[in-house]
């Protein structure tokens, strides 16, 4: 059993950047398919961006198209989402998940592992 912890999350000002990190224990990281979502005061939590076990594709959601990049080392154990100009609107927690099924799904019910979560809040 992979367990995740995330960790990179902070205070930044709008047009800044933030590399999240998500450890995973076990050796069975490159088994899973993996995914960033976030979750805002009051609202759903919402995919992000997600990957395939290799990392060879990626997929994200409209709204940080452009400015989110999702990539992992598998031979770290570790799963990234680096965030580029972000806005206030970003400011969530965002937690990393992991998924033995297919890959890219955007329902945190196709999802089997869930990290505590780090939060992210960007002033305007």
């Known amino acids: 059993q992979v367990q995740l912890v995330e960790s990179g999350g902070g205070l930044v000002q709008a047009g800044g950047s933030l590399r999240l990190s998500c450890a995973a224990s076990?050796?069975?990281?490159?088994?899973?398919?993996m995914a960033w979502f976030r979750q805002a005061p009051g609202k759903e939590r919402e995919f992000v961006a997600a990957?395939?076990?290799?990392?060879?594709?990626?997929s994200y959601a409209d709204s940080v198209k452009g400015r989110a990049t999702i990539s992992r080392d598998n031979a770290k154990n570790t799963l990234y989402l680096q965030m580029n100009s972000l806005k206030p609107e970003d400011t969530a927690i965002y937690y990393c998940?992991?998924?033995?099924?297919?890959?890219?799904?955007?329902?945190?019910?196709?999802?089997?592992?869930w990290g505590q979560g780090t939060q992210v809040t960007v002033s305007s």
């Open positions: 076990g050796r069975t990281f490159s088994n899973y398919a």
């Open positions: 998940a992991a998924t033995v099924r297919g890959w890219g799904a955007r329902n945190i019910n196709e999802y089997d592992l």
């Open positions: 990957i395939t076990w290799s990392g060879g594709m990626t």
